[in-house]
Nanobody
């Protein structure tokens, strides 16, 4: 059974850092991409970052380039999203997802996401 479980969200102040985790099970993360999405109140869900199975392809949306870093730890079956210099616009529920056909592309296709986690909330106060 494919599962993705996010953790690490919380309430922080503008300029702070936070690292989200996405622990996966039920599939081989070396073969499939994992992406982070976010959905702010009243807004549509948007892709934030994506890392391919072999880590050769990494994508970030422009708004987080230079501030967010995606990485994975194979031994822990976990993908991380390190978020630095957080801004109020980063406030959202963050989700991780995987897809068995889509790839990490620029931009990340809206169709990405065969399996999703339940999300972890991030609130950045200004």
């Amino acid at each position: 059974q494919v599962r993705l479980v996010e953790s690490g969200g919380g309430l922080v102040q503008s300029g702070d850092s936070l690292t989200l985790s996405c622990r996966v099970s039920g599939f081989e993360m070396d073969y499939f991409p994992i992406a982070w999405f976010r959905q702010a109140p009243g807004k549509e869900r948007e892709g934030v970052s994506c890392i391919s199975g072999n880590e050769r392809s990494i994508w970030y949306r422009n708004a987080v380039k230079g501030r967010f870093i995606i990485s994975k730890d194979r031994a822990k079956n976990t993908v991380f999203l390190q978020m630095n210099n957080l801004k109020s616009d980063d406030t959202a529920v963050y989700y991780c997802a995987t897809d068995f056909e889509e790839r990490c592309q620029d931009p990340l296709r809206p169709a990405f996401g065969d399996y999703w986690g339940k999300g972890t909330p991030v609130t950045v106060s200004s």
